[in-house]
């Protein structure tokens, strides 16, 4: 086949199937278009458009992987553990992983395969259905990837899980004394009763666990503002007693629609500025971290303690 728009051959989520490409003669043009830098191989036979693929955030990046096994896998195929974390919509600090996870009960076994992490575990596991895919439910999410992950995605997806209200305190409680092994288990206890469902984002989580890390008490998250002139607004975190607050910048609240509402940067920038300055008119001293502070977290320390905030521990 000399000519053929392989664009005609794409499903629904993008993906590219040599299978599709087979039925109507057109394989050999798939492998071209890869080796042109076409078309990007997720796994054996499947494809996404190049354009497609450098227009994904990294979220659905990974969401793609999770399509692209599910193609491969078998139909009953269950996702856990970070790929059921995504396909929920629950956020972690870092970046996803390269594998798509699933689960499987031991009295099935099966290996891993290329791309894929096959977990096992006794007895029966409940089973929902999230985008069309098999997905552990949002409890057993929360405590498989908390007794794999790193403390900061294990909280980061407590956090959102009870912020979004998919699933509660007790249940995972529950779930966590009553699962079988022991892997992981502490961490699984502390990042739940460390979770907080007004920790706004991942980076609202990270922040908590590196506060807690460097020996400073938790403050309060999302506390709201007022004063002689109205609303000043909420502000990520504040130790009350100390009058210190604590805000956490990133590069989202100056490019994203629902930060910017339509203004530019120096308009944010100038809002920001007055809306500190009306916080440190109410006796509050304002520090401001930034991601950089997160992963350097001696910078962190350092600002809160020159703004007089003392550490419960060293």
């Given amino acids: 086949m000399e000519s053929f728009d392989l664009n005609l051959l794409l499903r629904p989520n993008g993906l590219l199937l040599v299978r599709d490409a087979r039925r109507v003669g057109a394989e050999r043009l798939v492998s071209a278009a890869h080796r042109d830098g076409d078309l990007v191989r997720l796994r054996k036979g499947i494809y996404v458009p190049e354009p497609i693929w450098s227009s994904l955030s990294p979220d659905d990046r990974y969401r793609v992987r999770i399509d692209a096994a599910a193609v491969a896998l078998r139909k009953d195929a269950l996702f856990s553990h970070y790929s059921a974390a995504r396909l929920w919509g629950l956020p972690i600090v870092g970046p996803w992983p390269p594998e798509v996870h699933t689960l499987t009960s031991g009295d099935r076994g099966g290996r891993s395969a290329p791309g894929i992490i096959r977990h096992t575990t006794q007895g029966s596991v409940a089973r929902r259905m999230r985008h069309g895919l098999a997905v552990t439910d949002p409890a057993r999410t929360v405590v498989d990837l908390a007794r794999i992950a790193r403390l900061e995605d294990a909280v980061a997806v407590a956090d959102a899980a009870l912020r979004l209200k998919l699933t509660d305190e007790t249940a995972l409680r529950s779930l966590a004394r009553d699962l079988p092994g022991r892997r992981g288990g502490r961490q699984v206890r502390f990042a739940i009763e460390f979770a907080d469902p007004l920790a706004a984002n991942g980076g609202e989580s990270k922040m908590r666990v590196v506060i807690a890390q460097l020996g400073f008490a938790l403050p309060v998250l999302q506390q709201a503002f007022s004063d002689a002139d109205g609303p000043v607004g909420v502000v990520d975190a504040v130790w009350p007693d100390e009058r210190i607050i604590l805000e956490l910048d ?65």
Avoid at 262 to 267: S, W
Avoid at 291 to 305: F, G, N, T, V
Wanted: charged residues 35%; proline residues 2%; hydrophobic residues 40%.
């Fill in 250 to 314: 990133g590069r989202q609240k100056y490019v994203r629609e629902e930060f910017t509402q339509g203004r530019d940067v120096a308009d944010i920038v100038l809002a920001e500025k007055h809306r500190e300055d009306r916080l440190r008119a109410l006796g509050y001293t304002v520090v401001r971290a930034t991601w950089e502070d997160l992963i350097h977290p001696s910078r962190l320390a350092a600002k809160l303690e020159r703004a007089g905030l003392q550490r419960a521990f060293r």
